[in-house]
């Protein structure tokens, strides 16, 4: 066997637009952007999304069905210099494709130099990263591009498709090589790289070269994938974006009453082992989405969170999961925080009224002169320790901040609720 001094990821780049497998929602042909690439415009825009799942390949499929000259440098390594040697190249041959990844870590001088050219028609930019570009890219670029596309992660068919083309291919990929494959074992290999199709073709690089040859035939079996593919399909980093979402999408799937769902993100975020984070994110769902439905799912979860602390992983993982589908399964009210949001907001709208002056601090020499705490009624001196009188400021007489919801336990403190307030309406008749 020749090995080829390019990755068979690198090698299998799509050349145009109809090379691109997925990515459909982008530019299939029923896309404006496809649309407009196949009459020759090719407009500035920015590609985000996870790592291999096609930004670099769309780029290159984009200046190669238009035909067009093509640069690709990355802003983690690249100045100021590339970016003249480019614009040298622009001036003399017209509009130029830039494809820049990691466009995101571009400094001030790089795109002080870049964004007139792209202004100028100079250069067609197209920007890639892995960070969602409304938080991470520079609103100076945002601006001169028309188009923000985020890619999603290719399917299992969609590899699968890639991986058979690769092994026909016998310009590019591994089409001189006879090998037999089972079906099977290419199932493996897409679902263990999780929608990664740099990984995906990596890895039958690896699984080829790693196998049997017996009779001018290449045999791939499964202990061999099995060893080629381990690890492969994990992705995490905790300051990106699919961190984020990785715990966003974990609290709603628990305030949606998911358990396998909660469990599965669940899973991922102790696969990135950033234990912290996710006590912290139960700790706000069992006030936040819990709240008053079960107050003692507060009380559990700080419980389990003092284990994990002291246990770790892996045992950290057992108090994870019995407080998880505990918090799944319980009812849940946001009645509570939502009150205070109502009030909190009045508050910064203004809305301060004079405190009542039997209510105000008569704990100092001369309150009394001040008439404060004058006709204070003290509750615990009245039948059940409750007695009418008025607690709002005038200007407030009559909100209702607290609305309560008949989910679990709030059902009982609903009754109370509406009881006292049926007592305070017949106390402000009198």
């Known amino acids: 066997m020749l090995f080829a001094r390019e990755p068979l990821s690198v090698r299998m780049r799509p050349r145009n637009m109809d090379e691109i497998v997925g990515q459909q929602h982008i530019i299939g042909p029923d896309t404006s952007l496809y649309r407009m690439i196949k009459n020759g415009h090719v407009p500035s825009m920015l590609l985000y999304g996870e790592p291999g799942i096609g930004k670099t390949s769309l780029a290159y499929a984009i200046a190669g069905t238009v035909e067009r000259e093509f640069y690709a440098i990355n802003a983690t390594v690249s100045g100021k210099k590339e970016m003249e040697e480019i614009v040298a190249q622009a001036e003399m041959l017209g509009n130029v494709i830039l494809f820049i990844d990691e466009i995101h870590r571009f400094n001030k001088a790089q795109q002080d130099y870049l964004l007139p050219n792209v202004e100028k ?13 409304f938080h991470e890219v520079n609103p100076a670029i945002r601006s001169r591009c028309g188009q923000i596309k985020q890619l999603k992660r290719l399917t299992k068919e969609d590899i699968i498709t890639l991986l058979k083309r690769a092994l026909t291919d016998k310009e590019r990929g591994l089409g001189d090589i006879p090998v037999q494959i089972d079906e099977r074992l290419l199932e493996i290999i897409a679902l263990s790289t999780n929608g990664d199709a740099r990984s995906a073709l990596n890895v039958l690089e690896d699984v080829v070269y790693a196998s049997e040859k017996r009779d001018g035939l290449i045999y791939v079996d499964e202990k061999t994938v099995l060893e080629c593919v381990e690890g492969k399909g994990f992705h995490h980093d905790k300051n990106g974006d699919v961190y984020y979402s990785l715990l966003s999408a974990f609290q709603k799937s628990i305030r949606g009453s998911d358990v396998d769902a909660a469990l599965y993100y669940l899973a991922r975020l102790l696969e990135g082992g950033d234990l912290s984070a996710i006590c912290r994110r139960l700790a706000v769902i069992a006030y936040e989405d819990i709240g008053l439905a079960n107050p003692m799912m507060g009380v559990k979860v700080m419980a389990a969170i003092e284990a994990v602390e002291r246990l770790g992983l892996p045992e950290a993982r057992i108090p994870l ?8 399964l319980s009812a849940k009210s946001n009645s509570a925080y939502k009150a205070l949001d109502k009030a909190i907001e009045d508050v910064r709208n203004g809305k301060a009224g004079e405190i009542p002056s039997y209510l105000k601090d008569a704990h100092y020499q001369g309150a009394k002169v001040l008439g404060h705490g ?5 509750p615990h001196d009245y039948p059940n320790s409750w007695v009418y009188q008025q607690y709002l400021p005038d200007e407030l007489l009559g909100v209702q ?7 679990g336990e709030e059902k009982y403190l609903a009754k109370v609720h509406g009881r006292l307030a049926e007592l305070r309406r017949q106390g402000a008749e009198k």
């Open 321 to 328: 999961s019995v407080v998880t589908i505990e918090l799944c």
């Open 401 to 407: 901040y607290y609305v309560p919801k008949e989910s």
């Open 121 to 133: 028609g100079l250069i067609t930019l197209i920007g890639a990263t892995t960070e969602n570009p």
């Open 374 to 378: 004058k006709g204070y009624k003290y």
